[in-house]
């Protein structure tokens, strides 16, 4: 087995002592700190009880008993750690309407069906929707945010187009060595390949009693965002891993060696790197997985894997008998896999002979998400009566934005 040598940690705020950090957090990374602890002594007697041929069965579900508690505050420290820095960037938090007027008059609108003043019609749409005003656009967005994996980590862009390509640089500028009065004959020139990132339409359609929306001051922007949030988060994280890139994004594994948009990028197919084990994950395989991105993408690299992944991570040691998952000692800081920040991304597959549990690199490079300006939301007060349905769209697109910052691990030997 190699041993781990010294990696560059990726580029991860910490908090200020200034910073107001809750109690709780604190609390939660102590007792963080002492269960993983726990955690390291009763693996090491379970692996030595192995080695001895005694009994294991009641060692080894003390150590899943360990490492479950460890998930969950490691959740918890990761959930608030993302709702603070959302915070201070400004999602989630308190906006000033930027367009008060609109935004009174739509808010009008949502709770009565009365129509849009004449005066504010910019809210009307060819086919009788309502473009929503820019506080309530915000606030979904925000929310997608702090609950969707892919987009606290990947590049996020925004059009009022219906489409987004790019042009990717393919190589083919030419060069040669001349003496002092040699000609200069012309060299070659870039080439230039246009791609496309595909996307879809995506829809919520939650439902509020008109009595409630009459006799309460329902906060229809907190409402529908809080309603819109789950599904659109669920089928966005699930389409930026695996979707299929017909009428929604392509995602992130269809780009991988032998994927099925494994040619489409003009620079080729994102690398996969052997774990070493037919059906199992080892501490060897993740240090090729890091050693095999170049060093120009390490500065803001990261692991993203599932929970379960994780568990089977947590396990694994360096050559000198020390755990390459480290918990979280510092306020602000995520947990690491051999100096690496990791994400949890539900939407990944679990370790198991020839799939790719585990995805590492720079995800601001690599991967591309598309946002079409505008969320829409058409008021139904007649399909569910005596329920006021709220048709929530938004036009979303995501696809691999460049395979070299980005590398995955298959389970293979």
């Known amino acids: 087995m190699q041993t781990l040598r010294p990696i560059p940690r990726g580029l991860i705020r910490v908090f200020a002592e200034s910073d107001p950090v809750p109690a709780e957090l604190r609390q939660a990374i102590e007792t963080m700190n002492k269960t993983f602890a726990d955690f390291r002594a009763e693996h090491t007697k379970q692996v030595d009880d192995i080695r001895k041929g005694l009994p294991s069965a009641d060692q080894t579900a003390k150590v899943e008993a360990i490492s479950a508690s460890i998930d969950k505050l490691q959740k918890e420290i990761e959930d608030t750690n993302i709702k603070m820095a959302a915070a201070q960037m400004g999602a989630g938090g308190n906006h000033t309407p930027q367009d008060k007027e609109y935004s009174d008059a739509f808010t009008s609108f949502m709770k ?211 755990y390459l998952w480290q918990p979280s000692y510092v306020l602000g800081q995520p947990a690491t896999l051999a100096g690496f920040p990791v994400t949890e991304m539900p939407d990944m597959p679990n370790a198991a002979a020839n799939a790719v549990p585990i995805m590492f690199g720079d995800f601001k490079q690599g991967y591309q998400i598309v946002d079409r300006i505008g969320i829409r939301v058409l008021r ?31 389970i293979s030997a």
């Open 380 to 410: 139904d007060p007649y399909t569910k009566k005596p329920y006021v349905l709220f048709y929530t769209t938004k036009r979303v697109g995501g696809g691999l934005l460049n395979p070299e910052p980005l590398r995955g691990l298959k």
């Open 112 to 322: 009565t069906g009365n129509e849009v003043n004449a005066a504010l019609n910019k809210g009307v749409a060819e086919e009788g929707g309502y473009v929503t005003p820019i506080e309530w656009d915000r606030t979904i967005l925000d929310k997608l945010v702090l609950v969707s994996p892919m987009r606290a980590i990947a590049a996020v862009q925004t059009t009022s187009r219906a489409g987004f390509s790019k042009l990717v640089n393919v190589g083919g500028t030419g060069s040669g060595w001349v003496g002092e009065t040699d000609e200069r004959p012309e060299t070659g020139t870039s080439q230039f390949k246009p791609f496309a990132f595909p996307s879809g339409e995506i829809y919520a359609n939650p439902a509020a009693t008109q009595q409630i929306l009459d006799d309460s001051e329902i906060n229809l922007e907190q409402f529908i965002a809080g309603e819109v949030q789950t599904e659109f988060a669920k089928q966005e994280g699930l389409a930026f891993v695996s979707g299929n890139g017909t009428k929604k994004p392509a995602g992130l594994l269809t780009y991988v060696t032998g994927g099925a948009n494994a040619a489409a990028h003009p620079l080729g197919a994102i690398q996969l790197i052997n774990s070493g084990a037919a059906a199992a994950l080892t501490s060897d395989g993740l240090i090729d997985l890091i050693y095999s991105l170049p060093s120009a993408f390490t500065g803001n690299a990261r692991f993203v894997m599932n929970r379960a992944t994780q568990g089977l991570a947590r396990k694994l040691k360096d050559g000198d008998g020390n």
